[in-house]
């Protein structure tokens, strides 16, 4: 059963422009700072070398790991578990191949996405608000709307989609388990205070 404080604040990483051991090292930080779950999430690489930032990950933090849209790799890697998307292998099906200990995580943006998560551990819920950290997010649903899919999914739901500093009080008060973010952290210079100011902005 996840433990709903691995939710708080999940860092998910960007791109490999410092290097494997740069972006081990930033997610390292934000650890320190206070994120407690790290998403590995690279588009443009192979399978090949996800699984090696993976395994490196899985090694250098301190927090879970898991690996995005591929539970293929996080199975290879050893990442505590993935997170899909609505376009990916359904949570009902993942469920049937990974141990009970493997956390699944599920994307949701509308009602239609609702079924397509069922079984998963928590959902994360946006974009919440406009974000240029991922390309094809679609249109900001807003914090009303988060809330309302929150209900409809029935899981604990995290805030992803240009949450910041400023925005993510209203986002817990909404009714969510916690907040994902790319740029706030992993495009900040210094990962660890800005995974730190999070955290006290969420209160949690």
């Given at each position: 059963?996840?433990?709903l404080?691995?939710?708080r604040?999940?860092a998910i990483?960007d791109d490999l422009?410092d290097?494997?051991?740069?972006?081990?090292?930033?997610a390292?930080a934000a650890?320190?700072?206070?994120?407690?779950?790290?998403?590995?999430r690279?588009k443009d690489v192979d399978?090949?070398?996800l699984?090696e930032v993976?395994?490196?990950?899985?090694?250098?933090?301190?927090?879970p790991v898991?690996?995005n849209?591929?539970?293929?790799?996080a199975?290879?890697c050893?990442a505590?578990g993935?997170?899909?998307?609505?376009?990916?292998l359904?949570?009902?099906a993942?469920r049937?191949?990974v141990p009970?200990?493997?956390?699944l995580g599920?994307s949701?943006s509308?009602?239609a996405d609702?079924?397509?998560?069922r079984g998963?551990d928590y959902?994360g819920i946006?974009?919440?608000?406009?974000?240029?950290s991922?390309r094809d997010?679609?249109?900001?649903?807003?914090?009303?709307e988060f809330?309302?899919?929150t209900r409809?999914?029935g899981?604990?739901?995290?805030?992803?989609?240009?949450?910041?500093?400023?925005?993510a009080?209203?986002?817990?008060a909404?009714?969510?388990a916690?907040?994902a973010?790319?740029?706030?952290?992993?495009g900040?210079?210094?990962?660890?205070?800005?995974?730190r100011?999070?955290?006290?902005?969420t209160g949690i």
């Amino acid at each position: 059963m996840l433990d709903l404080a691995a939710i708080r604040l999940i860092a998910i990483t960007d791109d490999l422009r410092d290097g494997l051991a740069g972006l081990v090292a930033r997610a390292a930080a934000a650890a320190r700072g206070g994120a407690t779950m790290v998403q590995l999430r690279l588009k443009d690489v192979d399978a090949r070398t996800l699984a090696e930032v993976g395994r490196a990950l899985v090694v250098g933090v301190p927090v879970p790991v898991l690996v995005n849209d591929r539970v293929d790799v996080a199975l290879a890697c050893g990442a505590a578990g993935a997170h899909v998307g609505a376009s990916d292998l359904p949570v009902a099906a993942a469920r049937r191949i990974v141990p009970d200990t493997f956390v699944l995580g599920a994307s949701i943006s509308s009602d239609a996405d609702v079924e397509n998560a069922r079984g998963a551990d928590y959902v994360g819920i946006g974009p919440v608000f406009p974000t240029t950290s991922k390309r094809d997010a679609g249109d900001a649903i807003g914090v009303e709307e988060f809330a309302r899919l929150t209900r409809a999914a029935g899981r604990p739901s995290v805030a992803i989609g240009g949450v910041t500093v400023e925005s993510a009080p209203a986002i817990i008060a909404a009714g969510a388990a916690g907040i994902a973010v790319i740029k706030a952290i992993f495009g900040s210079p210094d990962p660890a205070e800005a995974a730190r100011a999070l955290r006290s902005a969420t209160g949690i």
